[in-house]
């Protein structure tokens, strides 16, 4: 009898533990639904691009498309000497539709080679979203993607504010990073174009391995940066409210990949994206 009852045990665990490993696979397929692909990993269809000097046939040379991925700077040389002013590889692949309310995500890994303002800006690259121009720089919101090799710091999910964007950002009372207002964020009320990330070790940097970048973004609500799942940045009142999305190329050779989106017809409670 008793060793009846301890293979019922058994049979009883193994059943709840299956039962978990379903639902942790359902809710994961429910939370990649509504999910659509931007880059096609075949071609340009829906986006454009663009770079500082206007160069479209260079511009189809910094943007190759390989293995399903975007590689940056693949038919570049490993150093390029273009630390002149002009940068001329500066630019960025844009969408051609504009989008206000969405989940984004994309993948990026950083490879070796450097350009242009590599000894001022390190691994620097960004996504602009709500851009209301293509420019370069655009008018819009950055969720700044960057590397600083030199101090061994995280960037990636810095707010950057150009000049005709507005939004309202909190950060630790006497300090430059992000903190939550109801865990004591302070407003900031300089005239500051760049808002540091929340500081975080969860992240790849020169060890061939990706990233999970993800902007959630409600119009004129606010904009939340994740990387690597964890919320590292965040901000409210929004202007812009909608625009374009574009990728950057800027001082050194990136990967992007599963880039896609999610779109909303109304606003979702900043408080749903926050629940444990």
Known sequence: MKY???????VFGLICSLQSTIAIAQNKKSDQKGFVKLFNGK???????????GDETMAKKVYAIHNK?????????DSLDLDTGENATHGLFYTNKKYS???????????EKIA????????DAGVYYHVVDDKIWPTGIEYQVRYDHTNNRNHTGDLIRPKDVQYDWYSV??????????????????????HFASPTKNYNALNNKWNQGEIIVMGDKYTIHKLNGEVVNVAFNLNPSEGIIGFQSE???????????????????IEEFFKK
């Open 173 to 194: 009372p006497d300090g430059d990073t992000y903190l939550h207002p109801n865990e004591g964020g302070i407003l900031d009320e300089s005239e500051n174009w760049l």
């Open 116 to 123: 242009n303002n590599f000894k001022r800006w390190q691994y």
């Open 43 to 53: 071609n340009w269809d829906g986006w454009h691009l663009k770079l500082r000097n």
């Open 69 to 77: 991925k975007v590689h940056v700077y693949k038919n570049f040389p």
């Open 101 to 111: 309310k969405y989940i984004l995500k994309f993948q990026y890994k950083w490879g």
């Open 4 to 10: 009846i009852k301890i293979k019922m045990l058994m």
């Open 251 to 269: 001082t050194a050779e990136i990967y992007y990949k599963n880039i896609k989106i999610k779109e909303f017809s109304e606003s979702i409670p």
